[in-house]
Each structure stands twice: as C-alpha cells, then as structure tokens.
C-alpha cells in the first residue's frame, strides 16, 4: 500500500477559491436559485394589484470575484429588486411572510433536484 502525504497551499486554496471555475460555479447555484423562486413567486401580492407579476419577473443574478465576508472568494448573489420584494419576503402587519429566496434556497421543489 501506498502512503499518500497531503501538503496544504494557502495560495492554491485562495486562488482556486477566487477563481473564474468557481465564480461560475457559483453563478449557476444562484441560477438554480433565482429559477426555484420565479416558480414559487406569487403574481398578485394583494388583491387589486395595479403591477401584477412585477415581484415575479424581478428576480436576478449577479456574480463577482473578490466577495464574501473577506473579499477572498467569487460570490453569487441572487436578488429581487421589486419595490415590494421586502413586504413579500418578510411580510408587515397583519400578513403572513412568504420567504419565497428563503424556500427556493434551502427547500428545492419536489422534481427539481
């Protein structure tokens, strides 16, 4: 039997953390992501919606390098920029939140793996 030795690369561990393989990577989390909650997105927010399927078409991707909590790694960053994407999310006084990027994150459609 062989013995294997493991040598740790903080440099290769930054850069392969900060690379454009792991910006992608990450793009298409974020992807997967933003496509759950465009599924699970209401269309009306209440009823007489004068801007309906707006918080549903509103939903979008970015990446970058150089992100995280450090600035050491590529980040992806999914986001709604609807005016009423905060009141859908956690809800205000006297309605349920739907925390629709909470579910599309962390609870994946049956059939959607």
Same mark, same amino acid.
């Given at each position: ?8 690369? #903080? ?8 690379? +454009?393989?792991?910006? $992608?990577?990450?793009?298409?989390? /974020?992807? %997967? ?28 991707? #970015? ?8 600035? +050491?790694?590529?980040? $992806?960053?999914?986001?709604?920029? /609807?005016? %009423? ?29």
């Amino acid at each position: 039997m062989t013995d294997v030795t493991l040598t740790f690369n #903080r440099q290769g561990v930054h850069d392969m953390l900060n690379s +454009d393989d792991m910006r $992608a990577v990450m793009e298409s989390r /974020a992807e %997967e992501i933003r496509m759950r909650a465009e599924v699970i997105a209401p269309i009306y927010i209440k009823k007489g919606d004068p801007h309906p399927g707006r918080y549903k078409a509103s939903f979008h991707v #970015r990446s970058h390098l150089n992100g995280g909590a450090t600035h +050491d790694r590529a980040e $992806a960053l999914c986001y709604n920029d /609807a005016p %009423e994407a905060f009141y859908v999310e956690f809800a205000h006084w006297g309605a349920e939140p739907e925390h629709i990027l909470a579910r599309a994150a962390f609870r994946p459609l049956k059939g959607m793996a």
